[in-house]
């Protein structure tokens, strides 16, 4: 009869002995660590988010007419679909003037798009638009748009992207604007300004 075959198990490992074991020497083996009992007199310090002071009241106090809207790129290519001015719906809309802002990353976005959305490039030249520099690295222009309503809450951010409103929901007092029905609508706008929902 022939030797018979031994079959090496799966995935096995060297066996180690551990570091506070008795045959290491002394000064190589670990030192167990003493836990060190906790005073019960010393007072415990917490670090606490900060809010911002504009959030004081139930609603965002730096909201107000003339209004502030981070405009994303899908808003003005749903508002050439849908055949909507973006200065005319937005006073529509809120019944008070409106500035339109983009900021770099939104006009790079609608740049790398290329010929099909050059309608969307030239409203967005439009010099009624206030342009907002951007200091980050990158043009995506989503993380853009929420790290600049986390550190100003005195925007209102015009998207019809699902990923980027769910985002926005999260910061309290910042308002969003959509598209429904040909025509533009706010949600989480304090004291119900806006056009009524139909």
């Given amino acids: 009869m022939g030797k018979q075959k031994k079959q090496k198990k ?14 290491i020497k002394e ?3 670990a030192k167990t660590q003493k836990k060190k ?10 670090e606490v988010a900060k809010h911002p002071s504009c959030m004081f009241f139930q609603y965002n106090t730096q909201l107000g007419p003339p209004y502030y809207i981070l405009v994303d790129t899908n808003f003005i290519n749903f508002s050439i679909k ?4 973006v200065v005319q719906s937005m006073m529509d809309c809120l019944y008070a003037k409106c500035v339109p802002c983009i900021t770099d990353c939104v006009m790079a976005e609608l740049e790398k798009l290329g010929m099909k959305f050059r309608v969307a490039l030239r409203i967005a030249k439009d010099p009624r638009f206030d342009r907002l520099p951007c200091s980050h690295k990158g043009t995506y222009a989503d993380d853009c748009l929420v ?5 100003h ?6 998207t019809v992207d699902r990923d980027l409103k769910r985002r926005i929901r999260k910061i309290p007092g910042v308002p969003i604007m959509y598209i429904s029905n040909h025509r533009y609508n706010i949600e ?3 004291d119900d300004y806006g056009a009524p929902r139909l």
């Fill in 10 to 23: 799966y995935a096995t490992m060297k066996r180690m002995i551990s570091l506070k074991d008795q045959r």
């Fill in 188 to 190: 989480r706008m304090p």
């Fill in 153 to 158: 809450k005195c925007y209102i951010v015009a």
């Fill in 82 to 85: 849908a055949k909507l001015d």
């Fill in 27 to 29: 000064q190589d083996r």
């Fill in 37 to 46: 009992k906790e005073d019960p007199s010393v007072i415990k310090e917490q």
């Fill in 147 to 151: 790290q600049r309503v986390t550190q």
